[in-house]
């Protein structure tokens, strides 16, 4: 086996290291409450040690939180550079967001519940937008041929900020901080949110 075919493997087992955690996460979430589950009976039910297991996450709340996003950010950086050619970048930005955050992206009912029946996991669940910024930019760059890294990554930041705000806003609590109630539509408030950053992106947009 060749340097290059031993680093896939490396990666390729990372990867499944990685998706096994987290699923094993959610599952116990689910099966016992997220504020019963202890990372030592996640590395368990993964097979793994927990000290591998905190090579990969940090908290309990991260790793449920990313078996429900499941790479959520590459994917939106893959739905930038699918989107058509002649499309204006903020418009495509806005549209890959919302086509990976909203409507089908929503989580499931019953994943939708655990995560706002818990402070700490609706935390992760907001604070998780800020991944989408390297892949977002690389995906700027792309689209728009620029070399400028400063400026995608600014932009990109602009973008994953606003995504952050509307996240947060969906699942804030209502009135006396207990119970959440996603509030109306999310691609809508992405939209809303986005629509901030969007004379920004038309300014960096070479079409």
Known sequence: MNAKESGGLRERKKIATREALSAAALRLALERGPENVRV????????????????????REQAIVAAVLAER????????????V????????????????????????????????????RAEFVDMAA?????????????????????????????????RVALERW????????????????ADILREALAHVAPALRAADPG
């Not at 950010?73 to 058509?84: D, Q, S």
């Open 131 to 163: 991944a989408i910024d390297q892949p977002l930019a690389a995906a700027i760059a792309a689209r728009t041929g620029s070399d400028d890294d400063f400026a995608t990554a600014v932009l990109a930041a602009a973008v994953s900020a606003a995504a």
């Open 86 to 121: 002649g499309e204006p970048l903020a418009e495509a930005v806005i549209e890959a967001l919302v086509e990976q955050y909203g409507a089908d992206g929503e989580p499931p009912g019953d994943l939708l519940t655990l995560i706002t029946s818990s402070p700490g996991l």
């Open 73 to 84: 950010a590459l994917r939106i950086g893959a739905a930038l550079r699918a989107r058509p």
């Open 40 to 59: 030592d009976d996640i590395a368990e039910a993964a097979g793994v040690s927990p000290r591998t297991y905190n090579n990969y996450f940090s908290s």
């Open 171 to 186: 699942v804030r609590p209502a009135g006396d901080g207990l119970l959440v109630v996603p509030r109306g539509s999310l």
